[in-house]
């Protein structure tokens, strides 16, 4: 069974500031990798997707993540952040068609 | 503009009574998930359908949870009876069923049992 660990559960941090939000995963298989974002009170978008090929994908609003399949990582930037990226932060792992996510990281960006 | 449409948005109901959800997902999606979204548990995956049968339900609490799919445009998720613990946000999100599908998700149930 796959299994997804998010290492922080609230960052905090300044407008222009650079992001890096970590994910490890655990599944025996080939994978496939989300990055979804939740704003206060709305339902999960999706910002990135991995599924094959480049390991470092690029996702809306400036986001970016990286596949490190030695590492079992997938981890989460974006350069300079923004008031309007507050949010919590959804690492999901498909393994077998199930999607299995994280406990998410709750981003709060001080103006 | 293609979305997953949840019903009712927000449902409060005494403990003891059944509540159910409904979820209707894109045209021509074959896979669906449930969630439920808690603070404390984060999002836990319920149960998935695909082709409209059950291919996982193990996260789902036998006892009192229920979910099928009467038919393709619709799946249901059942309590009966509810009670406090439950109260959650329910998502449902649908998928291609491809090996490189993404979830969909709705805008979500936000069930409160009192």
């Known amino acids: 069974a796959q299994s997804v660990s998010q290492h922080n559960h609230h960052v905090i941090l300044s407008e222009a500031a650079s992001l890096e939000l970590g994910c490890n995963y655990s599944y025996g298989g080939t994978v496939n990798l989300f990055w979804y ?13 991995y599924f094959s090929g ?45 999607i299995i996510f994280g406990k998410g990281t709750r981003l709060h960006i001080l103006p | ?46 149960a998935y359908f695909r082709n409209r049968a059950p291919l996982d339900d193990s996260g789902m609490p036998k006892d009192r949870f229920s979910a099928e799919m ?5 799946a249901t998720l059942k309590i009966q009876p509810s009670e406090p613990r439950d109260s959650a946000v329910y998502f449902c999100a649908s998928g291609s069923g491809g090996s490189n599908t993404e979830a969909f998700f709705g805008q979500g149930t936000r069930l409160t049992v009192v």
């Open chain 1, 37 to 49: 974002v939740q704003y206060p009170g709305q339902h999960l978008q999706l910002l990135l997707k």
């Open chain 1, 54 to 98: 480049d390991p470092l994908v690029k996702g809306i609003k400036g986001f970016e993540a990286e596949f490190i399949k030695s590492k079992f990582s997938f981890n989460l930037r974006k350069p300079s952040v923004q008031w309007s990226d507050t949010a919590e932060y959804f690492c999901a792992v498909m393994g077998h068609g199930k």
């Open chain 2, 1 to 46: 503009d293609a979305r997953v449409t949840q019903t009712p948005r927000d449902k409060v109901t005494e403990m003891g009574q059944e509540v159910t959800m409904r979820c209707q997902p894109i045209l021509g999606h074959n896979t669906v998930f449930w969630y439920r979204q808690t603070m404390m548990q984060g999002l836990e995956l319920l």
């Open chain 2, 70 to 74: 009467p038919d393709a445009t619709l």
